[in-house]
């Protein structure tokens, strides 16, 4: 894993020199990560748009170089903290929409997420055992729903 870590951090801080912003790159990994938190006077730019920009970063690096890692391992982007306020959103949003699915007895769809949103949010309800999600609709960005388990 190293190596493909380092590969990584290398390839963006190529890319971001390359387009002219002040953007670095620092690796750290765990067993089930490589790490690669960027930072810098331009890093913001990242973050805008639900952090779209960020998400495309992370896909390049991803398609360069998470192949290369074992299949335990994930190759993850951050910009100074905004992936995990965005985790920490997503999940109070999945206890919202249960609670609110319970309360009223009908499904809740949420709009349009990545395939890593979804995800955050199937983690977060599948201990619900009165509740299932699936993701709905075609396409990379699809909507998630959240019903009761009776009405499956």
Known sequence: MEE???????????????????????????????????????AELLQVEGGELLQAVQHLANQAFGRTLP?????????????????????????????????????????EMNSSERRIIHLTLAECEDLYTESINDGPVRKLRVAPKSSK
Do not use: K
């Open 71 to 111: 299949p335990e391992q994930r190759l993850v982007c951050d910009v100074e903290g905004f992936r995990a306020t965005r985790e920490a959103e997503l999940r109070a949003m999945a206890n919202l929409a249960a609670e609110r699915v319970r309360s009223s007895g009908a499904p809740f769809i949420f709009g």
């Open 4 to 42: 493909a870590c380092n590969n990584a951090r290398a390839f963006l801080e190529s890319l971001f020199e390359g387009t002219g912003l002040e953007i670095g790159v620092v690796a750290t990994e765990t067993p089930t990560e490589c790490l690669l938190d960027l930072s810098g006077p331009d």
